[in-house]
C-alpha cells in the first residue's frame, strides 16, 4: 500500500513539474481564435492597420491587448497600438439677450391672410405673415452676440425657467433671420419639459440645433413655442457652438437588446466595451423619460448612470449620454411613469478607434490576430517601434497603410476562456496541494484501518 501512495505522489509532482517550471513557450497564431491576412500596397518597413469593428467587438480584453501580428513563419512581431483621437476642448455656453414677445394679430384687408405682430417691452416690433404667423404661440426673441466667427456652427440651446411646476412639457419650433423681417424655419417642435414622478425629476432644458451659419445671415432667433401661455417663464437662454472636429471619428459599437418588461430593457456587448459615450435612438417619432444604468460585468451590481429624455422628432434627436472611464458590459433602460415604445430603442456605444503600427520583420504574408483570454500585453511604444531619430526623417502619418482581408478561424472560441500561463501554475499549484492533502487523508485512514485490525481479537 505505501508503494502505491508513493506512485500516486510522484505521479502528481510530474503532472506539475511542467506548469511549475516557468518555461515560456513562443505564441502562435493559434493561440488566437480568429485572424485576418494583411494585403500591403508596397514594400516598407512599416505598416498601419486599422483595426476592424470584429477585433473591438470580440476581444477578450478591453485595452486590446489580444491583439497581435504574425509574419508567414508564425513569429509575432513588433508592433504597437496607437489612439487616433485627441481631446477636443468643449466650447464655452454664450449668454444670449433674451426678449419676451407679446402677440396680438392684424387686421387686414385680404381675407385668409395671417399676420401677427410681435412686441416686447424694450420696444421690439415684429411682423410676421404667412403660414408662419398661424403657428404663433408664446414666443421669444434670441438675438446672437456680435462677435461670432464668420462661419459658426450653433449646437444647441439651453433654456433656464423660473420657479418649476410639478409637471409641464410643450414644442418649441425655431426661427431665423438677419434683420427681424424676414424669418426662415429651422427647427420645428423641439421638445421642452419638466417633469416630477415621485422623487424623480426629469428636465429636459436644451434644444439641438447642430446647424452651420454665417454671421452676416443669421443674427437673431425666433423661439415659438406650440401654445399661447406657458406655466413657466423663460428667464435665461445660452448657445454652445459646435467644436473643432477630431482627427478620428469614434467607433460604434450596436448594442444587443431584449425587453424584460414593459418598462425595462437590457443592452449588453459580447464583450466589455471602454465606451466614452452612448446613443439611444428611438425608432419611431416619440418622447421617453428614462432612468439609464450600467454595469461592468455580468456578476456586476448595476450602477445608475443618468435620468433623461429620449426622444426623436422631424429628424432630430436626443444627444448621447457620456459614460464613465471604465468598461461597460451592459446597460439597463427603465422607463418612468410610461412604457417601452412596441420597437425597441436603439443603443450604440463609442469608444476611441485605434491603429496597429508594426515592423514588417520576416517574410510575408503577415496575419493580423485577435481573441485570446490568456494574453499578456505586448505592444511596445512608439519609441521602441520606431526611435525618434527614424520619426525625424520620415512621416509617421504617411506609413502605408495594410487592408486585412476576410476573417478566418484560427484557435476557436476555445481561446476565449484560455488560462494564462500564469494561472495555469496558480491552478497546478492548488491542485498538488489538495493532491497532498487527499493523499494525507488516505495514509491516515489506512493507518486507521491496519490498527483497527491488529487490535482486532481473534
Not at 313 to 329: F, H, I, K, R
Amino acid at each position: 500500500m505505501r508503494g502505491v501512495f508513493a506512485l500516486l505522489a510522484v505521479a502528481l509532482i510530474g503532472c506539475t513539474l511542467p506548469a511549475l517550471s516557468g518555461e515560456e513557450i513562443p505564441e502562435a497564431p493559434q493561440d488566437y481564435a480568429w485572424g485576418a491576412a494583411l494585403d500591403l500596397p508596397e514594400t516598407a518597413s512599416w505598416y498601419r492597420v486599422d483595426l476592424p469593428l470584429d477585433v473591438y467587438a470580440q476581444s477578450t480584453w478591453p485595452d486590446l491587448r489580444d491583439v497581435r501580428i504574425f509574419n508567414h513563419d508564425g513569429e509575432r512581431v513588433p508592433f504597437t497600438l496607437e489612439t487616433q483621437q485627441t481631446a477636443a476642448a468643449e466650447p464655452a455656453p454664450i449668454p444670449l439677450r433674451l426678449f419676451p414677445l407679446d402677440a396680438s394679430p392684424v387686421e387686414t384687408e385680404n381675407e385668409g391672410q395671417s399676420v401677427v405682430r410681435l412686441r416686447s417691452a424694450s420696444g421690439i416690433d415684429i411682423r410676421i405673415e404667412g403660414e408662419t404667423a398661424k403657428r404663433l404661440g408664446q414666443s421669444y426673441l434670441l438675438a446672437l452676440p456680435e462677435n461670432l466667427p464668420q462661419s459658426f456652427t450653433l449646437a444647441q440651446l439651453k433654456l433656464v425657467w423660473d420657479a418649476p411646476v410639478k409637471n409641464w412639457q410643450g414644442k418649441v419650433s425655431l426661427f431665423y433671420s438677419s434683420d427681424m423681417r424676414d424669418w426662415d424655419l429651422l427647427q420645428q417642435d423641439s421638445p421642452v419639459m419638466e417633469l416630477t414622478s415621485g422623487a424623480d425629476r426629469l428636465k429636459l432644458d436644451q434644444i439641438t440645433v447642430n446647424q452651420t451659419f454665417s454671421a452676416d445671415g443669421v443674427r437673431y432667433l425666433l423661439m415659438v413655442f406650440d401654445t399661447p401661455k406657458l406655466p413657466v417663464t423663460i428667464t435665461h437662454a445660452s448657445a454652445t457652438l459646435g467644436s473643432e472636429p477630431t482627427p478620428l471619428e469614434q467607433v460604434q459599437m450596436a448594442a444587443e437588446g431584449q425587453r424584460i418588461s414593459a418598462s425595462e430593457a437590457h443592452y449588453q456587448w459580447a464583450q466589455p466595451q471602454p465606451l466614452s459615450a452612448l446613443s439611444v435612438t428611438l425608432v419611431d417619432d416619440g418622447v421617453l423619460p428614462v432612468e439609464i444604468s450600467w454595469r461592468s460585468a455580468v456578476s456586476a451590481p448595476w450602477r445608475s448612470l443618468t435620468k433623461t429624455v429620449l426622444w426623436q422628432l422631424n429628424g432630430q434627436s436626443s444627444v448621447p449620454v457620456p459614460m464613465p472611464d471604465e468598461p461597460v458590459q451592459a446597460v439597463r433602460i427603465v422607463t418612468l411613469d410610461a412604457r417601452l415604445p412596441a420597437s425597441l430603442p436603439q443603443v450604440n456605444g463609442s469608444r476611441d478607434r485605434q491603429t496597429v503600427l508594426f515592423n514588417a520583420q520576416g517574410k510575408g504574408p503577415f496575419m493580423l490576430t485577435w481573441g485570446n483570454k490568456a494574453a499578456q500585453p505586448a505592444a511596445v511604444t512608439l519609441d521602441a517601434l520606431i526611435p525618434l531619430a527614424l520619426r525625424k526623417q520620415i512621416d509617421v502619418e504617411a506609413i502605408p497603410q495594410a487592408q486585412p482581408q476576410t476573417r478566418a478561424t484560427l484557435g476557436g472560441e476555445a481561446r476565449l476562456t484560455a488560462t494564462s500561463p500564469a494561472e495555469r501554475q496558480a491552478m497546478w499549484k492548488t491542485l498538488l496541494v489538495w493532491g497532498v492533502l487527499v493523499l494525507g487523508v488516505a495514509a491516515l485512514a489506512w493507518m486507521a484501518l491496519r490498527i483497527w485490525r491488529e487490535a482486532k481479537p481473534r
